[in-house]
């Protein structure tokens, strides 16, 4: 863990040392979250979830930067026990995986004009909770997942009028999110994210 830490402390020290602020400000958004891998988890659907942060860019060349966000993060999964008679729907107790992170991604933007921006990099995730709900009951189930994820960022920068930015980004994790496995049998497991943002971009957007 503290080698993690140490490394991401020097990426975002060298961003500092070798670049200089472009700009910062907020996001806010929602996100579309399932688990991939395993068939017992990649059948679960997909849950809908919040994401807010903020972000600093810094500016390499007149095209080229780099980007650093802390984003808590809503992701998980959920289990739909809806069920049909005939041509009536019942509703039943859906029960879901609540997953929440602090994620913190560090992303290189190539600006293709002034509007667009596309973006790659890794994302560093720390599980800051995770419960099982059903019917309005909780559980916690921090023992069965990892503290720590890395994870896959790409995703495309618009920026609109008057500072406002819209983001739209995939992740997807490359590190086994469980940590305990069913019946000794190992299994692997990893988080798929889509999210959509809106921000506030401080700083000169126009170079």
């Known amino acids: 863990m503290k080698q993690k830490l140490l490394i991401l402390a020097c990426i975002l020290l060298s961003m500092t040392a070798l670049s200089q602020i472009r700009s910062f400000g907020p996001k806010l958004g929602v996100g ?7 068939d017992e988890y990649k059948k679960l659907d997909p849950k809908g979830g919040f994401v807010a942060g903020g972000f600093l860019e810094y500016g ?3 095209r080229i930067s780099l980007q650093s ?3 808590y993060s809503m992701q998980g999964a959920m289990v739909n026990n809806n069920y049909a008679i005939g041509d009536i729907e019942f509703e039943g107790d859906n029960t879901y995986y609540n997953l929440n992170y ?11 004009n002034y509007e667009f921006t596309v973006y790659a990099g890794p994302q560093f995730g720390y599980l800051l909770s995770a419960e099982k709900e059903v019917n309005g009951y909780t559980q916690d189930i ?4 990892h ?12 920026d609109i009028n008057n500072g406002f930015i819209g983001d739209i ?3 997807y994790g490359f590190t086994n999110v469980l940590e305990k496995h069913i019946d ?12 959509l943002m809106i921000g506030y971009k401080i700083g000169d957007n126009r170079y």
Do not use: C, H, W
């Open 32 to 38: 579309i979250s399932k688990f991939y891998g395993a």
């Open 60 to 62: 390499l060349t007149q």
């Open 69 to 71: 966000e802390i984003l």
């Open 102 to 112: 602090l994620n913190i991604p560090v992303l290189a933007g190539y600006r293709l």
């Open 142 to 145: 921090m023992n069965d997942y």
């Open 147 to 158: 503290q720590f994820e890395l994870s896959g960022v790409l995703g495309v920068n618009y």
């Open 169 to 171: 980004r995939f992740n």
């Open 184 to 195: 000794d049998e190992e299994m692997n497991v990893v988080n798929g994210v889509f999210q």
